[in-house]
């Protein structure tokens, strides 16, 4: 009976250590696999979402936020914005964050932009991929040379403002659950390791649409959702967040906090209740005038010479291109026949690519990925490899297929494309898209229009060539004249920004030459 019972005890053993070393195998291979392929099945769980917040300090508005992410033909494209208003001060500091990211299909970071500004300063950086481990990292403000540093990075590092997303998607929402990522951040190039705690559920009731009341001057809530939201702990800062990562309720160490939101409720709300200027504390009033909205008599001169003040010039983007700047003296000069001539042939080489990574892909309102854009693009280069005379086609077929009129800027490119219509501002960022689809590396630019003794806020654009050139779509220049004075690059979603920046501005026309 012993020796018939052994070869069952013997069998039920091996069977036995068979499924612990099966599941031994399978949790060494969950551990060990790439955390790229996590990312990437929980790509396929994104979904394109906006949505908007108010922000609060101890209960009074004090800005608003908005965080959307969106599915290009390769991509998805990350925007956060964040706007707050110190309104204890006799005059109120603005601060404006804006982050720009693309990731891979596979939700890895490819490229991004940062910007951040207020009244003393402004801010920017933008980076890319090199390898997987490395990337370029490039800070600029206004009046110091570009900083351009090489940076090693984690594979598998993510953007601070993704963690939410991965823990949700990722199927780590259970109460007591905790996970650890690598982080990069944008703003200061740090790197570290942030560790998420679930601590509770709850149940949140958000406002889902906004309904004018005429009586209160106010949007209040037309209609509301029941949100399910769970409470992480993430470096030092208290947030809520919904089934799909997407944040709720945000509680931060400086005492804001922000709660999701209807658009109109985030924005309007706060808008009319910013304070306004009082009579002891006038607000200087500058000589420029209103966006153009008309073709002008084009400039004959070679140059123009201007005097900026009333705002601090250090917060402008004035030297570069053809424009030459003393104190608050700006000189524009024309563009010589000798600059005319293209660096690099079509398609451009990788390193192209990686010098302009922020100049030839999609951006907000810029949907370079547009079957639209790409197929226009296409046509027009008709596998042309010169820049120049790229650039000119596109020029030429605005010219010929795209008419002046009022248009909303921020509907972006392609449907600019489709109306056949718009503005300066909107006509530029067609131009761009077309221009970056072709290969061609192109950035929209803010700046004044010189017209015949007025000054007007102006959009054009401007693409490299062996330098960056002037091109205006909307009066058909390329190169652009000389009374076209660039003020701001890549900025144009920041109208309200540019538009308070420039109220004060006084600009004295010194000298035309001819």
């Not at 997987?132 to 800070?139: I, S, W």
């Not at 220049?477 to 690059?489: D, G, I, Q, T, Y």
Request: charged share 25%; net charge positive; proline share 5%.
């Amino acid at each position: 009976m012993f020796n018939s019972v052994k070869p069952r005890s013997l069998g039920a053993a091996a069977i036995l250590s068979g499924w612990i070393l099966g599941i031994v195998a399978f949790t060494k291979r969950e551990i060990e696999r790439g955390s790229g392929d996590r990312l990437a099945e929980i790509a396929l769980r994104v979904a394109p979402a906006s949505h908007y917040y108010a922000i609060e300090r101890h209960g009074r508005a004090v800005g608003f936020a908005s965080t959307s992410i969106d599915t290009l033909a390769r991509a998805f494209q990350l925007i956060d914005y964040r706007v707050t208003e110190d309104a204890a001060s006799r005059q109120p500091r603005r601060a404006t964050e804006q982050l720009r990211a693309r990731l891979s299909r596979g939700l890895a970071l490819r490229d991004f932009s940062f910007a951040v500004a207020d009244s003393e300063r402004t801010r920017r950086v933008s980076g890319w991929r090199l390898s997987d481990t490395t990337l370029a990292y490039v800070v600029t403000q206004p009046g110091q040379p570009a900083d351009t540093q090489r940076l090693s990075v984690a594979a598998d590092a993510v953007l601070p403002s993704m963690v939410p997303m991965l823990v949700a998607l990722g199927g780590g929402l259970d109460v007591g659950a905790n996970q650890r990522f690598a982080v990069f951040d944008p703003s200061d190039g740090s790197q570290r390791t942030s560790t998420v705690r679930v601590i509770a559920e709850s149940l949140f009731v958000v406002p889902d649409s906004a309904v004018y009341d005429g009586s209160r001057a106010r949007w209040t809530i037309a209609r509301s959702d029941s949100v399910r939201g769970w409470r992480l702990g993430i470096d030092g800062d208290d947030l809520w967040v919904d089934e799909r990562g997407q944040i709720v309720a945000r509680y931060t160490s400086d005492s804001l906090s922000l709660r999701r939101t209807a658009y109109e409720l985030a924005f309007e709300n706060w808008r009319a209740e910013r304070p306004r200027e009082t009579p002891d504390a006038p607000r200087a009033r500058g000589n420029v005038d209103l966006a153009l909205d008309r073709p002008v008599r084009p400039f004959d001169g070679d140059s123009i010479t201007i005097r900026l003040t009333g705002i601090s010039l250090a917060m402008l983007d004035l030297a570069g291109a053809w424009q030459d700047v003393t104190d608050d003296r700006v000189r524009v000069r024309r563009v010589p026949a000798t600059a005319m001539v293209p660096g690099f042939a079509l398609p451009p080489g990788e390193q192209i690519r990686l010098r302009f990574a922020s100049s030839t892909g999609s951006a907000p309102m810029i949907d370079v990925d547009d079957p639209a854009i790409v197929k226009r693009s296409a046509e027009l280069a008709a596998r042309e490899a010169d820049p120049v005379r790229v650039t000119r086609r596109i020029v030429e077929w605005m010219r010929d297929s795209v008419s002046h009129g009022p248009g909303d800027d921020n509907l972006g490119a392609s449907r600019t494309l489709r109306v056949r219509r718009g503005s300066a501002a909107a006509q530029s960022m067609l131009f761009v898209a077309l221009a970056r689809a072709s290969g061609v590396p192109s950035r929209p630019v803010r700046g004044l229009l010189i017209d015949d003794g007025r000054v007007h806020t102006h959009t054009w654009a401007e693409v490299f060539l062996q330098g960056w050139i002037p091109v205006d779509p909307f009066l058909r220049e390329f190169p652009a004249s000389p009374a076209h004075v660039r003020l701001l690059v890549d900025d144009v979603d920041a109208t309200e920004e540019f538009n308070r920046a420039v109220a004060s501005l006084r600009v004295d026309i010194l000298s035309s030459r001819r």
